[in-house]
């Protein structure tokens, strides 16, 4: 895991560093992805996603982002794209994306904005992200597996069944949860596990569960209680690291959240795009807390940026293409859980 030095540039001065393209067109569209099979969490169950594309062209070249809106965050497909087409309109007036990005919201719709803005900027400077942000080349990274809700018996057995990828996320939400972690762990001796409760748990739930969790050998347990409630954690033995998601979107939102976590889940439709996510990471590295990347559902393009992310995450969850079942043309390259960095044709 490579280590930044807390002095990093802010991305968008990196980014004012590099020729901004002039006479920006852009489009903003939905797609329908159908799953591979339902994907069930504590909240409920999803057969299809539906993913918000921003395309921005200028110069001859093209940059694109993809989110996804997250109804658990007020967010509806009609509303992401009405707040992604008035940032585009006003990078296609001759703005710049470093003097709008703070003044919108974190969400969905700053993200694939965000994202599309990075691609479109590094083909116009003929350089990668990475290079743009002072980032090491990405190497390889581990993602988990994630493993939907069902009966022990059935966690289990799908767990059995993922026995290419050598480390697994269970989503959990249930009275029995203990049960389901045991069945896998039996199942799957030799995997790395941890899990996610999508604040399904009582601070009583937390623990009891803490003493199981911990002999079945769980790296992690993420958000077992709602968001807002984090103070419920307070004085807890945390047996197993746990870990804030749906409590933690911004870098702001770091200094509630001291002493009552030891893992911050970075995705970049929480946070808006990779601009915050990279400040949230390297506010999360300077505050001691570990950092972890995920995702919502989606394809390798929305994969893309994160994997730039996850290069310095002990925990990494962008294995959204393998539970959608499909992935587009020019995709990122999933072996056995072990993901390529992307190729420039996809994003980047």
């Not at 746990?242 to 770091?254: F, N, P, R, Y």
């Not at 995450?313 to 992307?342: H, M, N, Q, W």
Request: hydrophobic share 45%.
């Amino acid at each position: 895991m490579q280590q930044t030095s807390g002095h990093q540039m802010d991305p968008l001065s990196a980014m004012k560093a590099q020729a901004w393209p002039q006479a920006i067109k852009a489009t903003v569209a939905v797609e329908r992805w159908t799953l591979a099979k339902p994907f069930i969490i504590a909240r409920g169950r999803m057969d299809a996603v539906d993913v918000v594309v921003v395309t921005l062209e200028a110069d001859g070249v093209t940059g694109r982002g993809e989110s996804c809106p997250v109804d658990h965050y007020g967010e509806t497909t009609d509303g992401v794209v009405a707040l992604a087409t008035r940032m585009t309109d006003m990078l296609c007036v001759g703005r710049s994306w470093a003097e709008c990005h703070d003044a919108f919201p974190a969400g969905a719709a700053r993200n694939a904005v965000d994202c599309a803005v990075w691609d479109l900027v590094a083909k116009h400077n003929g350089k990668r992200v990475h290079e743009i942000l002072g980032l090491p080349q990405p190497g390889l990274v581990q993602t988990v597996f994630t493993l939907s809700i069902d009966t022990p018996a059935g966690m289990a057995e799908a767990a059995a069944a993922a026995g290419a990828y050598r480390h697994l996320k269970l989503k959990l939400g249930k009275e029995s949860d203990a049960g389901h972690v045991e069945a896998v762990r039996a199942a799957a001796p030799d995997k790395v596990l941890i899990a996610d409760v999508n604040e399904a748990w009582s601070r009583e739930q937390v623990i009891s569960n803490m003493p199981s969790l911990q002999k079945a050998g769980l790296r992690m347990l993420e958000q077992p209680l709602r968001a807002g409630e984090d103070a419920g954690l307070s004085g807890l033995e945390r047996l197993v690291p746990v870990g804030a998601d749906e409590s933690c979107h911004v870098a702001d939102d770091l200094d509630s959240l001291k002493g009552l976590y030891d893992v911050v889940n970075i995705k970049l439709d929480k946070t808006g795009g990779l601009t915050e996510a990279m400040r949230l990471l390297t506010r999360a590295e300077q505050m001691g807390f570990t950092p972890m990347v995920g995702c919502m559902l989606g394809t390798s393009l929305a994969m893309a940026p994160a994997h730039l992310v996850a290069q310095r995450c002990a925990f990494v969850d962008i294995d959204a293409p393998l539970l959608v079942g499909a992935d587009r043309e020019t995709a990122l390259v999933y072996d056995k859980g072990v993901v390529s960095p992307p190729e420039p044709a996809l994003w980047g």
